[in-house]
């Protein structure tokens, strides 16, 4: 290899490594009490809230209580979810009938979520909190935890008939009021 193609190899490395530094992404909802007990079908979701960078997901992960989830590396696209599970078959068995396009990446992560509370941070570069989502209590089967607003860090349990919503906007969040009805 000549030294032209080391550094544009390396030049490429670097971009594609280097932390993006305006993305907004959150913790937007999480399915800490499983259906019927099935705790493979827990699961977080992500949200970048940015209009307009995406995230590497290089360097971010999730955290709750001792236990670290990972994201999985990648991208995630502006106003883009990702929801991260332990068990991605059963999550699109379980959400959308098995049908595979979902519209938003599944990944999985070994994990465990607290059903009667806890909190999951995530966390970019292994020092920065930027988004936190608590839950309160275990609340019914079935039924996830959802944020808001992705710029505040609290939320409460769905109202959605399906009890969560994956990869839409949640069924809590606190929509603009259109005066010109």
């Not at 992705?150 to 919503?165: E, K, N, V």
Request: hydrophobic share 40%; charged share 15%.
């Amino acid at each position: 290899m000549n030294l032209r193609t080391t550094i544009i190899l390396i030049t490429i490395s670097i971009i594609a490594m280097a932390p993006t530094t305006n993305a907004d992404v959150v913790v937007n909802e999480i399915l800490a009490n499983e259906p019927s007990g099935n705790v493979n079908l827990e699961w977080i979701e992500l949200f970048n809230n940015s209009t307009n960078t995406s995230a590497n997901l290089h360097f971010y992960y999730a955290r709750e209580g001792q236990d670290t989830i990972w994201p999985g590396g990648g991208f995630l696209a502006p106003l883009e979810y990702m929801v991260i599970c332990r068990d991605s078959v059963g999550f699109i068995d379980q959400w959308f009938n098995g049908n595979d396009q979902v519209g938003f990446n599944v990944v999985e992560s070994p994990m465990t979520l607290t059903n009667l509370g806890g909190v999951i941070y995530l966390v970019k570069l292994e020092t920065d909190t930027i988004s936190q989502l608590s839950w309160s209590d275990e609340g019914e089967d079935n039924v996830s935890w959802e944020r808001f607003l992705p710029t505040i860090d609290t939320g409460g349990a769905s109202i959605d008939p399906s009890g969560s919503t994956p990869g839409r906007v949640n069924s809590i969040s606190i929509l603009p009021v259109d005066l010109t009805i």
